[in-house]
């Protein structure tokens, strides 16, 4: 798809690959439209990529301001083309120190702090993918890019409510990308793993470092996104891990199995139905 006039709306468009990905697409031609709670870094970055191109402050939990914002698009450019619905948060606050402390006490003392990821990772991607929908049927080349994880594929027994959070989100795409695809918008998920971008805790990245993995640039990320809204099908899972490796594709519903690549059959117990 040519990029080139495309509305396109990215949540967490402030930092990180949200920012990154903004900067991809406006080179690209697209009118960007960054949505944040970071005012500030998005002020920044509207700055930096001019007009058309700008900063809205959209907290994604709040459904008030996200039926606003889709109506103040559509009003200005009759629709959107591509929504990336990528705000997200750790459980542990970006730079504070993790290893070490107990997960299971840490969510018991702060289920509040649970509930605030579950909202914001899952929640505000469900409502911007169902706010989203009417600003993009008939739009030739519509398409939703969800933000999961490598940590939605896999158990990701450092950060419970993350991993509940992205995994629930390729469960939403492997039910919503065919009837999405039904109303002309493609849906598909990213999953990336590891990008320099400051969400995690400080030691994770001192951890990751020593046991010999680095991490993927913020515009690798924005580069899977650019391919995916040229090249992804509904229903499929991109997978960025690596800049080295360049962008792995899956369809659902058989990505945990082809990534983990289990071998041999499953374990079958014989079902004795009840008598009498
Ligand atoms: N960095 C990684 O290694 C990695 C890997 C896999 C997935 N992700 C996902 O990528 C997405 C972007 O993260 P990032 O790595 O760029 O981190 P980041 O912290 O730099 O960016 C996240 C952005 O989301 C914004 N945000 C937080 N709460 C919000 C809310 N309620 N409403 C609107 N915006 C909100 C933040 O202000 C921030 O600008 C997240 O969903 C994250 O889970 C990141």
Not at 230 to 241: D, F, I, L
Request: overall charge neutral; hydrophobic content about 45%; aromatic content about 8%.
């Amino acid at each position: 798809m040519n990029l080139k006039g495309k509305i396109a709306l990215i949540t967490g468009g402030a930092k990180g690959i949200g920012a990154a990905t903004a900067r991809r697409l406006a080179r690209a031609g697209a009118i960007v439209w960054a949505a944040d709670v970071d005012d500030a870094g998005g002020r920044e970055l509207e700055k930096a990529l001019g007009a058309p191109h700008r900063y809205v402050h959209l907290d994604v939990t709040d459904e008030a301001a996200w039926g606003a914002l889709v109506a103040d698009m559509k009003a200005l450019h009759g629709g959107i083309d591509i929504a990336f619905l990528n705000a997200g948060i750790m459980f542990r606050p970006r730079g504070a120190p993790a290893l070490g402390d107990d997960l299971v006490e840490l969510v018991t003392k702060d289920f509040n702090r649970y509930r605030q990821v579950m909202a914001i990772n899952t929640d505000g991607v469900l409502l911007g993918a169902l706010r989203c929908l009417p600003a993009m049927e008939g739009r030739a080349g519509a398409h939703i890019v969800v933000m999961s994880s490598d940590s939605g594929l896999r158990a990701h027994p450092w950060d419970l409510a993350y991993g509940m959070s992205k995994r629930a989100l390729l469960s939403m795409l492997e039910t919503f990308a065919p009837l999405y695809e039904k109303r002309g918008v493609t849906m598909t998920a990213i999953c990336p793993a590891g990008v320099d971008s400051g969400i995690s805790p400080a030691d994770f990245k001192q951890r990751r470092i020593a046991s010999g993995q680095d991490y993927a640039s913020t515009d690798f990320a924005a580069a899977a996104v650019e391919t995916m809204l040229q090249e992804g099908k509904p229903g499929e899972v991109w997978m960025a891990r690596h800049q080295d490796h360049g962008f792995w594709v899956y369809p659902l519903p058989a990505v945990p199995a082809q990534v983990d690549a289990m071998p041999g059959k499953p374990k079958i117990f014989p079902y004795v139905p009840m008598q009498g």
